[in-house]
């Protein structure tokens, strides 16, 4: 059964840029399909990136696209969301998850990190 952690979250201006690390523990990432998943307050949780075994196919949520992006490290077993012009509408708690199914527009995961929080300020 693998773990998640996620780091890199924090507070940034509008415009502004982070990227966020998801490091897995017992078990190989290279066994998984990787998504990125966020929840604003009061708001559901929603679909972000997802990116398959060894980084050749990816998908994005429609807000994202050409602002985010998703890479993978298997050798170090862990997944990136880089994040490019931050909107405040980009706020949330955003969470990275583990799937051993390949289709990268699934939503069905069944391992969860405990999540980061982002913070973007107008």
């Known amino acids: 059964q693998v773990q998640l952690a996620e780091s890199g979250g924090g507070l940034v201006q509008a415009g502004g840029s982070l990227r966020l690390s998801c490091a897995a523990s017992?078990?190989?990432?290279?066994?998984?399909?990787m998504g990125w998943f966020r929840q604003a307050p009061g708001k559901e949780r929603e679909f972000v990136a997802a990116?398959?075994?060894?980084?050749?196919?990816?998908n994005y949520a429609d807000s994202v696209k050409g602002r985010f992006t998703v890479s993978r490290d298997n050798a170090k077993n862990t997944v990136f969301l880089q994040m490019a012009s931050l909107k405040p509408e980009d706020t949330a708690v955003y969470y990275c998850?583990?799937?051993?199914?390949?289709?990268?527009?699934?939503?069905?995961?069944?391992?969860w990190g405990r999540g980061t929080q982002v913070t973007v300020s107008s």
């Open positions: 998850a583990a799937n051993q199914l390949p289709d990268v527009t699934s939503r069905q995961y069944t391992y």
């Open positions: 990116i398959s075994y060894y980084g050749g196919r990816t």
């Open positions: 017992g078990g190989s990432i290279s066994d998984y399909r």
